[in-house]
């Protein structure tokens, strides 16, 4: 068992990375508006490097995961950290929209690919008890960042303009992002194991990773999350403008989404709890029914109080399910190339991600009701949770990595 104390020195400083650099990202809307004032670019085309970020963030998770496994994850997310801080702070100098997004999607997206999947890994390795808390706890810093860098983000551009308020926050992540990274170490196992030239013993630790990425357990891991992705994705970003469209004012439409992302915050450490003492698979695929009800529940509720109840219960759903890939992940593969998986899998989140805000925009327009948005995300949601199901692990037999002394 891993019983080092610094184990939760890597919970801690995944934490600080997700929650900056996520931060750092979703800025952006708090900008919107400034932006497109100051420059006179168009909202939807300051918005499209956003898009851009999401889409850089899953196609470059799997590869920053597979170098991770290689190099070790402080070099990967020291050079995420590094370009994410870099390409916020050019980006705010831009004169040129395509500059902007290229500089802001590209850049800032493709660094929090590195930071991620690497940090999730590295966690995993750490922990052979309390594992889906762990990761559950990295996962919150990402909660935390619309509580924290998007009211410092909004205070500094009331202060400055945005081009100054921008290379403000590439300031603090690079001063906050760059130090935290030297902290990241891989796990005391894999180091072993790489000192004895042997990933591990027996079963599974001899698979390679073109035998785990054809794997049915990988397969059905990354459909799922496709799957759970695209469940919540539409609510996620459409709930606001429905709510809207029930007569519900802006400001309280707006809060209605902070209902969710609070709710989200507890969902993340009681499923991280919940998955420790029953398994993380059974409370996954728990979690997945629940989410598709959760999201076909909101085309029942028209005033703000139903919102708010089924906001956050929708938030605690979907935040708490996302940590237990990675504890699925590491239950079932080997250690020394658990940065691809987790990679893959974070690539197949992401890009089921996007089909929500187009999916659902297509719906609106077409039908000129939100209903079927939500009617749908409850069939894809029930599709996660069948997918789930089929799940069946490695045998307990087939061990991953050679054991952590005491």
């Excluded at 939760?8 to 919107?32: K, N």
């Excluded at 831009?94 to 999730?120: E, K, R």
Aim: proline share 5%.
């Amino acid at each position: 068992m891993t019983n080092s104390h610094y184990r939760w020195v890597i919970v801690a400083a995944g934490g600080v990375l997700s929650c900056v650099a996520i931060g750092s990202m979703f800025s952006l809307p708090v900008f919107l508006q400034p932006i497109a004032h100051d420059t006179g670019w168009s909202v939807a085309g300051v918005s499209t490097a956003m898009t851009i970020g999401f889409l850089a963030m899953a196609l470059t998770a799997m590869a920053w995961g597979s170098l991770s496994d290689r190099f070790g994850p402080r070099v990967v997310v020291l050079t995420g950290s590094v370009i994410l801080t870099a390409s916020l702070a050019l980006a705010s100098r831009m004169t040129s929209l395509t500059a902007f997004q290229l500089l802001f999607g590209l850049g800032v997206g493709g660094g929090i690919g590195a930071i991620f999947a690497p940090m999730m890994a590295s966690v995993t390795g750490w922990f052979d008890t309390h594992r889906s808390l762990a990761v559950s706890l990295v996962s919150a810093g990402m909660g935390m960042a619309p509580m924290t860098m998007s009211p410092l983000a909004a205070q500094l551009v009331s202060i400055y303009d945005w081009r100054t308020a921008m290379l403000l926050i590439a300031a603090l992540a690079a001063a906050v992002m760059i130090p935290v990274a030297f902290l990241v170490r891989r796990p005391p196992a894999l180091e072993r194991a790489n000192a004895a030239a042997s990933p591990g013993r027996g079963g599974q630790s001899d698979m390679s990773v073109g035998e785990a990425l054809r794997s049915p357990q990988f397969i059905i891991l990354v459909l799922t999350n496709v799957f759970c992705c695209a469940t919540h994705a539409g609510p996620i970003f459409h709930t606001v403008s429905y709510a809207v469209s029930c007569g519900i004012p802006l400001i309280a439409a707006v809060s209605i989404y902070s209902m969710e992302g609070l709710a989200g915050m507890g969902g993340r450490l009681a499923f991280g709890l919940l998955g420790d003492r029953y398994g993380a698979k059974r409370i996954l695929v728990l979690g997945l029914l629940v989410q598709a009800f959760g999201a076909l529940a909101f085309s029942f509720v028209r005033e703000l109080g139903a919102f708010y109840a089924v906001a956050a219960v929708f938030g605690f759903i979907y935040a708490g399910t996302m940590p237990l890939y990675a504890a699925i992940a590491r239950e079932n593969f080997p250690l020394r190339m658990m940065g691809t998986i987790i990679g893959g899998i974070s690539m197949a989140g992401g890009l089921g991600m996007a089909t929500g805000p187009l999916v659902g925009g297509l719906i609106y327009d077409g039908l000129g009701s939100y209903t079927w948005l939500y009617v749908g995300s409850w069939a894809v949601g029930l599709g996660a949770f069948l997918i789930a199901m089929t799940f069946r692990p490695f045998p307990k037999a087939k061990d991953q990595t050679v054991p952590a002394a005491a």
